[in-house]
C-alpha cells in the first residue's frame, strides 16, 4: 500500500469498570481500550456489554414487547430470570418505575424487595434504576443499597441527587452511574462531582442520555463520540465507560403506532426501532446497552463479541 | 400639616405631593415626582426593590411571591405594580429602596497616555480653556475635568444615570422607547439632565475658573444614539444594526445641553449594537492596539464587553454577562456605595460571616466584590459545591426563603434595612451565569481566530470592580479564564480614561476612530461554539480545573 | 492542516477594504477558515495567498452526482470525520434492489414497493433514493428493458449491476439519465471504457484498500473522472473498518489516491444488512444496496440517517404548537414558552415533574430561548396574542389564562389588552414550576363564562 496506514493511536485508555456478578453468574468488565469502537487497532481488552431492562409497575408495553415478553411470566423476578436466560444478557437493568406515583406507586419497602427477590433470582451483574420522581428516589436509593445483598450499579446520580445516591452506594459498595442530559461537560462535571465525595473512578459509569430514534439520537450520538474522543485523548475524568439507555426508543410514536400500514409491521419495526438505536450507540463509542427486546440483546450479543474486541 | 386633598399622592420622607393620575402606578408617580426609587428592573416585577410603605388606598403590589406576610401587614406594597386609588395615599420610601448617595468608582488608568501634553487651547483673559470627558455608563454616568492648557486634571464625579428607572438593562429601555410617545425624547432628557449634573458637580469642585471648549464621551450604543438623537431601535430588530456607528460633531446646545452649549461633543464611535463607543474608549486606555503581543480585555460592567487582539487585529464581542458584579440580578445586591458590604470572610469553624461595609456601619445589602469574596467564601468552606449548589453543613446559618434555600450573610438584627441580608440560590445561579459568559466570550473569541490560551500576554480587566478585586479569589471561582496572575492588569474605570486621553490628544482621539474602523466585531449569538463554552464555565471554577489548580498554585501576581 | 482565522488573516491585505463584502479583513479570514467564503472574494489578495488558501480550500473528498434533475444524488464532498467538528452535507444514498429476472408482474410489484418506500417525518419527506437493477439473467436485453422499466417506475436514479454487454445494452435510452455503472469485479477496465467517453460515474470495485488504489488508479487511467469505492468487505467487521479507514485518508491524511465516495452492497446474501446498514449510515458509507424492501427496516434507517445528518450547528428547534402534559384537561393550565429545543425540554419535564397536567404552548422564535427572542423582538405581547388566537389554544381550554415565563413578565400587560386573556406572571427559573403549579388554585382555571 503506498497510502498512509488509516490506523489511529491515541495516549488515553479508558478506565476499565467490572460489574460484579452474584454468586453462580458471571460478572462482565467493560472499558480498558486505548481504541475508537469497531476497530481493529490499539488495544480493546473487552467487548461491549449488553444487558436487557425489566421495569416494575402498571405500564403499557409496546407491541413488538408484549409480543416477546409473551408467557415469560409477569413477576419481575421470574420475568427477570426467563429473559436474561433466553436472550444471553450479561447484566440486567432493573427499573424500579412502579414506585413512580403515577406508575403503581409501590411503597419504598416493596420496591427494595423485588430489588432483593430479583438478585436472588438472576445472578448476572444488575444495575438498579429508580423511578425518575425525586421524592421518592431519595428515599427509595438508601433502601435500595440496603436491600441489595451484593454490589450493584445504582441508576442515576445527577447534579441535584449525587450526594443521596453517591452517600447511599458508598455506604454499600456499589456503583453510581452518573447522569447528564446529552452534555459533554455536565458528563464531566458530574464525575468531578462525585469523585469530590469520594466515589472511585472505577464504580462509575457514564449515562449521557440516550436520545431514541428520531427523538434526539443525533446528539447522543456525538456526546458520546465526543466523551469517547476526549477520554482517549487524555481528560481522565471523560475517560470511563459509557452506558447508553435505549428506552426512549420504545417512546417513539414510530416505534409503537400499529395504524399505520405503510410504515410496516409494528412488532418488526419496533424491535428495528431499538436496533437502529442500538448500532448507532455502539459506532459513537458506548460501552454498555440496555435493550428491551430480548431477541436485540441476542442479535447485539452474537455481533459485537470477538471480531470486534 | 394640612391633610392632602383628595386624589392625591404623598411621598415621604420628601414631602413630594402630586395629584393621581389614574392607571399610573407609585413607580410612575415617583419618577414624575422626581422621588428616587431603586427598580432596576424597569418596572416590571421581578426585582422587588421597589418596596414602599404606604398608607391609604391602593390595589396591586401586594405580591406574596416577593413580600413576606409581615411586609404585607406593615403596608409594604411594590410601588411598579401598586396603584393608588382615587382617595389619598402617603408612600414612605424606606432607605432600602433608594439608591445611595453614589460613591466614586471612577478611578481608571490610561495605561497608553505617555505622551507629553500638548495644548491645544490657551488661556484667555485668565479663563482656563477646561475639557469634560464623559463615560456615559448604563447604570452610572462618569466625568473629568480636564485644564486644557495644561493637560491636568481638575476634578471627577459621578452620577446615577437618571434612566435607570426605565429598565436596568438597554433593551428594556428601548422598548420603552418603542412602546410610549416621545419616549425616547424623555430618556434623552433624562440622560442630558445626568450629564448636567456630572458637570456641574465638577464645576463645583475645584477652583477651576474657566470655560468648557470640549467635550468627549464615550458610552454604550444605545445611550450614545439616545444622546445624539437617532433611534436605537432597529438595534434590536433584525438585521440588529445601529443606525449610526460614527456621530458627527455636534454642539451641546445641538444635543440639548446647556451645561456646555457651544463646546463642540466628540461622542465615541460604535463598533455595533451591542458594542459601543465605551468599549472603543476602554480598547484606546489600555494600549493594547499599540502591543505586539495579544491582549484580551474584560470591560466588567451592567453588560460586560471583551476585547481581543494587538496592533495587527482586534476583536470584540458582548458577553451579555449580567450585572451581577454591580450588585444587580442579585436580591440583596447594590452597586459599591456606602452602606454596601464590600469583602467578606466566612469562619470555617462557626461557617458565618464576617464582613466589612463600605463607609463602615450596618450593611444595606452587598455590592460586587462582596458578592464575589462571599461566593469565594462559601466555596472555600465547603457551602456550594462546584455545581453551585448549596451543601447544607451543619450549624451553617442556612435559611428557608420566598426565594429558595439562602445564605444569611447578615440577620435582621445587624442589617441596616431591619431585615436579613440573604444570598438565595437564585442569586448564587446569576454570579455563576455572569462569570461564565465573561469566560466563554474569551474563550469564543480565541476560538474564533484560532489563537490558543496561552497566545495571551496581557490580561487588563476595565470597570471600577477590578480595583477592589482579589483577583486570586476571583480565579478561584473561576470569574476569568486561567492565565498566570501576573497577566492581569486592572485597569478601573477605562471608558473615562480613554475619553480623558482623548480629550487631552488629538492623536489619541485618532486613534480612538481607528480603533473603531478597523475592529472585527464578534457575534455570539451565531457562535456555535458560546453556549458550550458557557456550560463548562459555570462550574465552579471551571471544567477544566486542572488549568485552574495549575495557575492558583503559582505565587505570581500582584 | 487546516489554516486558523489568524493565519489567514497575515496572509490578507488587512486594508479593511470591504470588496469582499465583510467589515474587516479579519471578518472575512474567519469565514474562509469556516469554509464559508473563498480567496476569489479578495480582488487584492496576493498571489502567494491566493495559492495557499486555494490549495487549502480543495474538498478532501470529491463531489460525485449520480442522476440528473431534482432527484439527483450527491456521494461525497465531506469535509471532516466527526458531525460535531462541522456537519456531514451528503446523506448516505440507499438504494433498493431489483432483479433483472423478475417476470412482468413481479417486477412492477417490487418496483411499486420501492416507491411506496417513503415517509414523512419532522417536515422532511424521507425515501429511497436509487434502484439497484441487478443483471441476474445474463441476458443484456432483457437487463436494458428493466433498466428502462425501474426507471419508468420508481422515477429514482439507478445504479446498473451487471456484466459489461449488458450495461452497454442498457446505456443508450439511460445513459443521459446518469446512471452509476457497477461492472463485476472482473471487469473493471471495460466498465471503465464504457463510462469514460460518456462522463458516467462508475464502481470500482476491489478488495481492501490495497486492490482499490490499483483499481481506482487503471479507471483514472481510462479517463473515467467521477469513481466511486466499493471495497468488497467479507464481513460486518471489515465493512465498517474498510470505511472508516478509507474515510481517514481522504480527510486525515488527504490521500487523493482512495478519496473518492464509498458504495457498499449489502445485498446479495451479506450477512446482517441491517446492522451493517444502520453502522455504515454513522461511519461514513455514501452508498448503500439492500435488498429488503419491508418498510419495518428501511424506515428506521431512513431516520437514523435524518438524524445523523442534521447539521449539529443549528439551533434546536421544537415545532411551534400546543404540547399537551400528563392528561391535560380544558380546565389544565396553559403555560407558553419558545421553541428552543433546550427551553421545550427543560419546561416540559419541569411540567411533568409538578404532576399538573398542562397544555404546554410553543412559540416559533427562530429556537432562541425566551430571553434573547424577547431581546430580538420575536417573543413579544404582539407575538403570544397572536399565538393565542391562532394557535387553537382557545378551542383547547375553557378558560382563558396564560402562565407566561417570569422573565418576561413586563409583557403580561401587552397581552392582556391584546388578548383578552388573563396572565399570570410564572416564575423566573423552570426550576420553580413544579411549586409554582402545584400551588395555582384550580379556580385560576374556570371556564372563562364563569
Not at chain 3, 489554516?3 to 488573516?9: F, K, S, V
Not at chain 3, 469535509?79 to 446523506?91: A, C, W
Not at chain 3, 478488495?207 to 468487505?233: H, N, Y
Request: proline share 7%; with cysteine; glycine share 12%.
Amino acid at each position: 500500500m503506498t497510502v498512509a496506514n488509516p490506523q489511529q493511536t491515541f495516549p488515553g485508555r479508558i478506565m476499565e469498570v467490572t460489574l460484579p456478578a452474584g454468586e453462580g453468574g458471571r460478572s462482565v468488565s467493560v472499558g480498558g481500550q486505548t481504541a475508537l469502537p469497531l476497530l481493529p487497532e490499539g488495544e480493546r481488552p473487552n467487548a461491549a456489554a449488553i444487558g436487557i431492562e425489566i421495569r416494575t409497575g402498571d405500564e403499557d408495553l409496546p407491541p413488538s414487547l408484549s409480543h416477546a415478553f409473551g408467557g415469560k411470566g409477569t413477576d419481575p423476578a421470574v420475568l427477570a430470570g426467563n429473559l436474561v436466560e433466553e436472550s444471553g444478557a450479561q447484566f440486567l437493568f432493573l427499573s424500579l418505575a412502579g414506585c413512580h406515583p403515577d406508575l403503581g406507586g409501590h411503597a419504598v419497602s416493596r420496591g427494595a424487595g423485588i430489588v432483593r427477590d430479583v438478585l436472588q433470582a438472576v445472578p448476572c451483574p444488575a444495575i438498579v434504576g429508580g423511578c425518575g420522581e425525586e421524592e421518592t428516589d431519595a428515599l427509595l436509593f438508601p433502601a435500595v443499597a440496603e436491600a441489595a445483598q451484593r454490589p450493584v450499579f445504582l441508576s442515576y446520580a445527577d447534579e441535584k441527587n449525587y450526594r443521596l445516591v453517591a452517600g447511599a452506594a458508598l455506604a454499600y459498595g456499589h456503583g453510581v452511574v452518573a447522569w447528564s442530559p446529552i452534555d459533554i461537560n455536565m458528563a464531566k462535571q458530574a464525575n468531578l462531582l462525585l469523585g469530590d465525595i469520594g466515589v472511585p473512578p472505577h464504580r462509575v459509569l457514564i449515562d449521557p442520555l440516550t436520545g431514541g430514534l428520531g427523538y434526539g439520537l443525533e446528539y447522543t450520538y456525538s456526546i458520546v463520540e465526543r466523551i469517547r474522543l476526549a477520554g482517549l485523548s487524555g481528560d481522565a475524568a471523560l475517560a470511563r465507560p459509557i452506558l447508553c439507555h435505549l428506552g426512549d426508543s420504545w417512546k417513539a410514536r414510530e416505534a409503537l403506532d400499529s395504524a399505520e400500514e405503510s410504515w410496516g409491521d409494528v412488532i418488526a419495526r419496533g424491535r428495528r426501532w431499538e436496533e437502529a438505536t442500538a448500532w448507532a450507540c455502539l459506532a459513537a463509542g458506548a460501552d454498555l446497552l440496555v435493550c428491551r427486546h430480548p431477541d436485540n440483546v441476542r442479535t447485539l450479543r452474537g455481533m459485537v463479541g470477538a471480531p470486534w474486541r | 400639616m394640612p391633610e392632602p386633598k383628595p386624589g392625591t399622592l404623598r411621598f415621604l420622607p420628601e414631602d413630594v405631593s402630586l395629584s393621581v393620575a389614574p392607571g399610573e402606578t407609585i413607580l410612575r408617580h415617583a419618577i414624575r415626582a422626581g422621588v428616587p426609587l431603586l427598580s432596576p428592573c424597569g418596572g416590571e416585577g421581578r426585582c422587588g426593590k421597589c418596596r414602599v410603605i404606604i398608607s391609604g388606598e391602593a390595589a396591586g403590589g401586594d405580591d406574596p411571591g416577593v413580600l413576606s406576610e409581615a411586609e404585607l401587614s406593615a403596608g409594604v406594597r411594590l410601588a411598579c405594580r401598586c396603584h393608588p386609588s382615587s382617595g389619598t395615599l402617603t408612600v414612605t420610601v424606606p432607605p432600602g429602596s433608594r439608591p445611595a448617595r453614589l460613591a466614586a468608582y471612577l478611578e481608571g488608568r490610561d495605561a497608553a497616555g505617555d505622551e507629553p501634553f500638548l495644548p491645544l487651547h490657551a488661556a484667555t483673559g485668565g479663563r482656563r480653556p477646561l475639557g469634560v470627558a464623559l463615560d456615559l455608563g448604563t447604570s452610572t454616568l462618569a466625568g473629568a475635568l480636564i485644564d486644557l492648557s495644561d493637560g491636568h486634571l481638575i476634578a471627577r464625579a459621578a452620577a446615577d444615570n437618571p434612566q435607570m428607572p426605565f429598565g436596568e438593562d438597554l433593551i428594556s429601555r428601548i422598548v420603552y422607547g418603542e412602546e410610549h410617545e416621545g419616549g425616547f425624547a424623555l430618556l434623552r432628557q433624562l440622560l442630558v439632565a445626568g450629564v448636567e449634573q456630572v458637570i456641574a458637580a465638577l464645576l463645583g469642585s475645584g477652583p477651576a475658573e474657566g470655560e468648557i471648549v470640549e467635550v468627549t464621551a464615550a458610552g454604550n450604543t444605545v445611550i450614545t444614539h439616545i444622546l445624539f438623537g437617532a433611534s436605537p431601535a432597529p438595534i434590536r430588530h433584525p438585521p440588529y444594526q445601529p443606525v449610526l456607528r460614527e456621530y458627527p460633531v455636534r454642539t451641546g446646545e445641538e444635543l440639548g445641553s446647556l451645561a456646555a452649549p457651544s463646546a463642540p461633543w466628540r461622542l465615541f464611535p460604535s463598533l455595533g449594537g451591542f458594542v459601543g463607543g465605551d468599549i472603543v474608549a476602554g480598547v484606546l486606555a489600555s494600549g493594547m492596539h499599540r502591543e505586539d503581543g495579544v491582549c484580551l480585555l474584560f470591560d466588567v460592567g451592567t453588560n460586560g464587553e471583551v476585547a481581543l487582539g494587538n496592533r495587527e487585529f482586534l476583536m470584540v464581542c458582548s458577553s451579555s454577562a449580567g450585572p451581577a458584579f454591580e450588585g444587580g440580578e442579585v436580591a440583596c445586591g447594590m452597586r459599591a456605595y456606602p452602606g454596601a458590604i464590600e469583602s467578606v470572610r466566612i469562619d470555617p469553624e462557626t461557617l458565618s460571616a464576617e464582613w466589612t461595609v463600605i463607609g463602615g456601619g450596618k450593611p444595606l445589602g452587598i455590592c460586587g466584590s462582596g458578592i464575589l469574596d462571599l461566593c469565594a467564601e462559601m466555596f472555600r468552606t465547603g457551602l456550594i459545591d462546584r455545581a453551585g449548589q448549596f451543601v447544607p453543613r451543619s450549624g451553617a446559618p442556612f435559611a428557608e426563603t420566598a426565594r429558595g434555600r439562602a445564605f444569611v450573610v447578615a440577620g435582621a438584627e445587624r442589617s441596616a434595612t431591619g431585615s436579613a441580608i440573604c444570598f438565595a440560590a437564585p442569586d448564587l445561579k446569576s454570579v455563576l451565569r455572569t462569570k461564565a459568559a465573561l469566560c466563554a466570550a474569551a474563550d469564543s473569541l480565541l476560538t474564533a481566530v484560532g489563537l490558543p490560551r496561552d497566545a495571551v500576554e496581557r490580561v487588563y480587566i476595565a470597570g471600577g470592580f477590578g480595583n477592589f478585586l482579589d483577583l486570586r479569589s476571583a480565579l478561584s471561582l473561576g470569574v476569568f479564564p486561567p492565565f498566570p496572575l501576573e497577566k492581569y492588569v486592572p485597569l478601573g474605570n477605562a471608558s473615562l480614561a480613554g475619553a480623558i486621553g482623548a480629550i487631552r490628544s488629538r492623536r489619541r482621539w485618532r486613534e480612538a476612530l481607528s480603533i473603531a474602523a478597523g475592529t472585527t466585531y464578534h457575534d455570539l449569538s451565531s457562535d456555535a461554539g458560546f453556549m458550550e463554552a458557557f456550560q463548562r464555565a459555570l462550574f465552579i471554577p471551571h471544567t477544566d480545573e486542572e488549568s485552574y489548580r495549575k495557575v492558583l498554585a503559582s505565587r505570581g501576581g500582584r | 492542516m487546516a489554516l486558523t482565522a489568524l493565519e489567514i488573516y497575515k496572509l490578507l491585505p488587512k486594508t479593511n477594504c470591504k470588496e469582499c463584502g465583510f467589515p474587516t479583513c479579519l471578518a472575512f479570514a474567519m469565514q474562509i477558515a469556516a469554509g464559508k467564503a473563498g480567496i476569489d472574494q479578495c480582488p487584492p489578495a496576493s498571489d502567494e495567498a491566493r495559492e495557499t488558501l486555494g490549495a487549502a480550500s480543495a474538498p478532501p473528498l470529491p463531489k460525485v452526482v449520480v442522476g440528473t434533475g431534482e432527484r439527483a444524488v450527491i456521494l461525497g464532498d465531506e469535509v471532516v470525520l466527526y458531525r460535531h467538528e462541522k456537519t456531514f452535507y451528503h446523506p448516505t444514498a440507499f438504494a433498493i434492489s431489483v432483479s433483472d429476472a423478475l417476470d412482468g408482474d413481479a417486477f412492477r410489484d417490487r418496483i411499486r414497493r420501492i416507491r411506496s418506500l417513503s415517509f414523512e417525518r419532522m417536515g422532511e419527506r424521507l425515501a429511497v433514493d436509487m434502484v439497484a437493477v441487478r443483471c441476474d439473467s445474463g441476458d443484456p436485453a432483457r437487463f436494458a428493458a428493466a433498466a428502462a422499466a425501474a426507471k419508468e417506475g420508481a422515477g429514482t436514479p439507478l445504479l446498473l449491476s451487471g456484466p459489461c454487454d449488458a450495461l452497454a445494452a442498457a446505456l443508450p435510452s439511460l445513459g443521459p439519465d446518469r446512471p452509476l455503472l457497477c461492472p463485476p469485479v472482473g471487469e473493471g477496465d471495460a466498465g471503465a471504457r464504457l463510462a469514460a467517453p460518456l462522463g458516467l460515474p462508475l464502481v470500482v470495485r476491489a478488495k481492501g484498500i490495497d486492490g482499490l488504489e490499483k483499481a481506482l488508479a487503471a479507471a483514472r487511467a481510462a479517463g473515467v473522472r467521477d469513481l466511486v469505492a466499493d471495497p468488497m468487505p467479507a464481513s460486518l467487521p471489515d465493512a465498517v473498518s474498510l470505511s472508516v479507514y478509507l474515510r481517514r485518508l481522504a480527510i486525515l491524511h488527504r490521500a487523493r489516491e482512495v478519496a473518492v465516495p464509498t458504495a457498499f452492497d449489502l445485498g446479495n446474501g451479506f450477512p446482517s444488512p441491517f446492522a451493517a446498514a444502520s453502522l455504515l449510515v454513522t461511519k461514513y458509507g455514501s452508498l448503500l444496496v439492500l435488498d429488503s424492501d419491508d418498510p419495518a427496516d428501511i424506515f428506521p434507517l431512513l431516520t437514523l440517517r435524518q438524524n445523523i445528518f442534521t447539521d449539529p450547528q443549528k439551533p434546536i428547534q421544537v415545532e411551534a404548537g400546543i404540547y399537551p402534559v400528563g392528561k391535560a384537561t380544558a380546565s389544565s393550565p396553559v403555560v407558553i414558552t419558545t421553541n428552543f429545543s433546550l427551553t421545550f425540554f427543560t419546561v416540559r419535564s419541569d411540567i411533568e415533574a409538578s404532576r399538573v397536567p398542562a397544555h404546554l404552548l410553543i412559540a416559533d422564535c427562530d429556537g432562541m430561548s425566551v430571553l434573547t427572542a424577547w431581546a430580538a423582538g420575536r417573543f413579544t405581547g404582539e407575538s403570544i396574542a397572536k399565538i393565542l388566537s391562532e394557535s387553537g389554544i382557545a378551542g383547547a381550554v375553557s378558560h382563558r389564562t396564560l402562565i407566561l415565563p417570569g422573565m418576561v413578565a413586563r409583557l403580561s400587560g401587552k397581552i392582556e389588552e391584546l388578548s383578552g386573556w388573563r396572565v399570570l406572571v410564572g416564575p423566573q427559573e423552570s426550576s420553580a414550576l413544579p411549586s409554582y403549579l402545584r400551588r395555582l388554585p384550580p379556580a385560576a382555571f374556570a371556564p372563562a363564562d364563569a
